[in-house]
């Protein structure tokens, strides 16, 4: 079964501090990872994606197959980045997405 | 604008009613996809469409949901009989068939059912 656990609904720290949003997934086969996000009353939006192998706003995401895990990390959070952060995978062949439950990351002053 | 776009914004009907959502994919777009999301939740997955053909049906699409695209543009999704439990928010999302094929999702109809 595909299944993408957060096992954080709420994060918060201080701007400049280091985030790291986890994610676990599980799935019989090689899965394409995404993290999405959703400002505040903005729609969802693809952050970044594992195959990209990209930093996006200064994001990044490392696919750990061993752990089978896809955690989203950041050097120094900035406030602009408290939003609510989506973890999803897609399997070979299929295209829909599985969602994570969602963290909501709060960036303090 | 030239993102997915969805009708109406917001929608609040008794329970045995029925309502129908209305899907505009970005253009060109080739597949177009349902999902719902309760309070708290990731999206879920409904169905998804290659152009006209409905490809992929949840479970979780039960008897009295039904989504067409007859055209292979915008999408309807129709619930008849409306439930208390079908108070969520439904999103669509378009994508373009190919290597990158990101979906982009629209701003969702909020649907409550008193």
């Known amino acids: 079964a595909q299944r993408v656990t957060q096992p954080e609904k709420l994060l918060s720290v201080f701007k400049g501090a280091p985030v790291e949003l986890k994610c676990n997934y599980s799935?019989?086969?090689?899965?394409?990872l995404f993290w999405y996000v959703q400002y505040s009353r903005q729609r969802l939006q693809l952050l970044l994606r594992?195959?990209s192998r990209e930093s996006i706003k200064g994001f990044t995401a490392d696919l750990n197959k061993g752990e089978t895990s896809f955690h989203l990390k950041k050097p120094f959070a900035q406030e602009e980045d408290s939003a609510m952060y989506y973890c999803?995978?897609?399997?070979?062949?299929?295209?829909?997405?599985?969602f994570g439950q969602g963290t909501r990351l709060t960036i303090n002053p | 604008d030239t993102g997915v776009s969805q009708d109406p914004r917001h929608k609040i009907t008794k329970r045995g009613q029925n309502v129908t959502f209305r899907c505009d994919p970005i253009?060109?777009?080739?597949?177009l996809y349902w999902y719902r999301q309760t309070l708290g939740q990731g999206p879920e997955f409904l169905t998804y469409f290659q152009n006209e053909a409905q490809l992929e049906k949840s479970r979780l699409l039960s008897d009295r949901f039904s989504a067409e695209r007859p055209k292979g543009s915008f999408s309807t999704l129709e619930i008849q009989r409306t439930e208390q439990g079908d108070s969520a928010m439904y999103l669509c999302?378009?994508?373009?068939?190919?290597?990158?094929?990101?979906?982009?999702f629209g701003p969702g109809t909020r649907l409550t059912v008193l």
């Open positions: 999803a995978l897609s399997g070979q062949g299929a295209q829909k997405l599985v």
């Open positions: 253009s060109e777009h080739n597949r």
């Open positions: 594992h195959i």
């Open positions: 999302a378009s994508s373009r068939l190919g290597r990158t094929d990101t979906q982009y």
């Open positions: 799935y019989s086969g090689s899965p394409e």
